[in-house]
């Protein structure tokens, strides 16, 4: 649910699941919702190590994160994952969605997504 923290929590729960009480590093890229001093302390507890986009002021992201050079690819990589949500908003009508309910918006958004896939298949093809 939408409250400000949800999706933060969400991926806490996510990593977990993912590789409970691993020692292993991972990381973790996302955009600037997720630059916030609580999450990054979280993230570095469970050994994940955060390529949160920083925000611009007062980020929770410091310097020994930036200067790495995989930051840098995984800031590259990150708008390559954001890419098809933005045509979900602008093309697909995600912006501001006309139902109401989780089962409803869920079916919207999974049509949309598949359309987003469907329109990007020819280009994928051509590769």
């Known amino acids: 649910h939408a409250d400000g923290h949800g999706e933060r929590k969400a991926a806490l729960e996510m990593i977990e699941r993912q590789s409970p009480g691993s020692s292993r590093r991972l990381t973790l ?5 997720y630059d916030a001093a609580s999450f990054i302390a979280a993230l570095r507890r469970m050994v994940v190590t ?7 002021r007062h980020s929770a992201i410091d310097g020994r994160t930036t200067q790495h050079p995989g930051y840098a690819l995984s800031q590259r ?3 390559k994952i954001e890419e098809p949500f933005g045509w979900a908003k602008t093309v697909g009508g995600m912006a501001q969605t006309v139902h109401r309910g989780l089962d409803r918006v869920r079916a919207q958004f999974t049509m949309t997504m598949a359309a987003c896939n469907l329109a990007r298949l020819p280009k994928l093809l051509a590769a």
């Open 77 to 79: 990589r990150r708008k």
């Open 50 to 56: 955060p390529h949160v986009a920083q925000k611009a």
């Open 29 to 33: 890229g996302a955009d600037k919702g």
